[in-house]
């Protein structure tokens, strides 16, 4: 089992499921901190990272779009 990022505790599994993909079975487990206040916490912390993450690629499309124009514009 994995433990908490946060405070460290035992997660527990909140929920369970299996799919088979090309003969192979798969298992998604989801999994929680028992400490409600601490798994908001980390699900907001993840929500943070994972818009910080689109912010970045975003910026990196648009740098590279203006990179292209400017070499569009050059030849």
């Not at 599994?13 to 901190?33: G, Y």
Request: aromatic share 6%; charged share 35%; net charge positive.
């Amino acid at each position: 089992m994995s433990l908490c990022t946060r405070c460290g505790k035992q997660r527990i599994i909140v929920s369970s499921s299996e799919e088979i993909f090309f003969k192979s079975t798969v298992v998604f487990t989801e999994t929680a901190c028992p400490d409600a206040e601490c798994q908001k916490e980390v699900e907001k912390s993840l929500k943070n990272e994972e818009m910080k993450r689109v912010m970045f690629k975003s910026d990196q499309e648009k740098k590279a779009m203006q990179r292209m124009a400017l070499k569009k514009a050059s030849i």
